[in-house]
């Protein structure tokens, strides 16, 4: 497989300088990096972006995540893998990820106050730029066909 262009925040350096920063600011606000690939992982899944997928998988396996604790991400609900914070951020991940499919209420208060009950107002917002940077590569990379296991230099 071949993408059908190179990745646009390459063709315009300048919109990677900006990603730097959210990416920046995302460290800052002390969510752990295992939970930020889960739920990468997990926005990943459901938008079909596969070089995205990879890359967290691999990300997740390089940092000591247990095979068990990858595999499962998309049967998160199923496995008895996951804490309870991981299963908010994951409940608050799909609800953002797929915004279009509720129609009154995309993020309901009752899902605020769960996520809420297991992060301070630093680590929810790493996780909001987290779970919007990735719906936004994946959306860059299903447009552009960016095959799985690309490496970018």
């Known amino acids: ?3 059908r262009m190179k990745n646009p925040a390459f063709v315009l350096p300048d919109g990677m300088k900006g990603i730097g920063s959210i990416f920046k600011a995302i460290s800052e606000g002390g969510l752990p990096q295992e939970l930020q690939e889960i739920v990468a992982l997990r926005a990943s899944q459901i938008n079909g ?3 995205c997928v990879h890359g967290h998988t691999e ?3 390089k940092a000591g995540t247990t ?3 990858i595999t499962n991400v998309s049967a998160w609900r199923e496995a008895p893998f996951y804490s309870d914070a991981e299963r908010a ?3 608050l991940t799909e609800a953002v990820t797929r915004l279009a499919d509720r129609s009154a209420e995309p993020v309901p208060d009752a899902l605020w106050d769960e ?3 297991h992060f301070d107002e630093r680590e929810l917002s790493a ?3 987290v779970i919007g940077v990735t719906n936004m590569f994946n959306r860059i990379n299903t447009t552009i066909k960016e095959p ?3 490496k970018w230099v």
Do not use: F, H, K, P
Request: proline share 0%.
């Open 127 to 129: 996780l909001i730029l």
């Open 67 to 69: 095979t068990e604790r």
């Open 1 to 3: 497989m071949q993408a």
């Open 89 to 91: 951020a994951l409940t």
């Open 148 to 150: 799985a296991g690309t």
């Open 59 to 61: 990300n997740l396996g």
């Open 115 to 117: 996520v809420a009950d």
């Open 49 to 51: 972006c596969s070089a």
